[in-house]
Antibody, heavy 118, light 111 residues
Framework: EVQLVESGGGLVQPGGSLRLSCLASGFTFSTYNMNWVRQAPGKGLEWVSYITSSSTTTYYTDSVKGRFTISRDNAKNSLYLQMNSLRDEDTAVYYC???????????WGQGTLVTVSS | QSALTQPASVSGSPGQSITISCTGTTSDVGAYNFVSWYQQPPGKAPKLMIYDVSNRPSGVSNRFSGSKSGNTASLTISGLQAEDEADYYCSSYTTSTTKVVFGGGTKLTVL
């Protein structure tokens, strides 16, 4: 059974940093592209970042470029999102999602809530 | 404002069929056959229902179908059931630096 379990969310002040983790199981993690997708409270879904299976290519939505960094450790079956210079508008539930190529997301974690507030 | 346009809400009675539209541009929906649909019940994570316009992942009911014409994609749910009540989101691969864009979501109410 495919499982994705996010952790690392919490309350952080504007300008602060947070590192999210996603532990994968039930599939060969090293062969799949991975993504982070977020959802602000009461709002819709927003794709955040993408990384290829071997970490050779990464993409980011414009609003997080230069502030967020996606990475992975295939030996640990883990995906990460380093978030710096956090803003109020980054407040959201962050989902880890397995990629269908670069175009869809076939399995999602339960999400971890990030709250940016003073 | 979302990149793709969906109706805010649709409703139908059990057993009926409903269709949710998703309108984009020549840079996303119209450019690729890479439209997906996700179902999100309240308080839960999204679930992939359709990918590549009309393909169903294993385990998804054949009551769910997808199609596309020009810059507009559609999700049809036939034989509506109470368990189908959820928010539905479309997404598309895009030529822009933002690789995937979502619609604003449609709340489906089963009357």
């Amino acid at each position: 059974e495919v499982q994705l379990v996010e952790s690392g969310g919490g309350l952080v002040q504007p300008g602060g940093s947070l590192r999210l983790s996603c532990l994968a199981s039930g599939f060969t993690f090293s062969t799949y592209n991975m993504n982070w997708v977020r959802q602000a409270p009461g709002k819709g879904l927003e794709w955040v970042s993408y990384i290829t299976s071997s970490s050779t290519t990464t993409y980011y939505t414009d609003s997080v470029k230069g502030r967020f960094t996606i990475s992975r450790d295939n030996a640990k079956n883990s995906l990460y999102l380093q978030m710096n210079s956090l803003r109020d508008e980054d407040t959201a539930v962050y989902y880890c999602a397995r990629g269908v190529g670069a175009r869809a997301f076939d399995y999602w974690g339960q999400g971890t809530l990030v709250t940016v507030s003073s | 404002q979302s990149a793709l346009t969906q109706p805010a809400s649709v409703s139908g009675s059990p057993g009926q069929s409903i269709t949710i539209s998703c309108t984009g541009t020549t840079s996303d929906v119209g450019a690729y056959n890479f439209v997906s649909w996700y179902q999100q019940p309240p308080g839960k994570a999204p679930k992939l229902m359709i990918y590549d316009v009309s393909n169903r992942p294993s385990g998804v009911s054949n009551r769910f179908s997808g199609s596309k014409s020009g810059n507009t994609a559609s999700l049809t749910i036939s034989g509506l059931q109470a368990e189908d009540e959820a928010d539905y989101y479309c997404s598309s691969y895009t030529t822009s630096t933002t690789k995937v864009v979502f619609g604003g979501g449609t709340k489906l109410t089963v009357l």
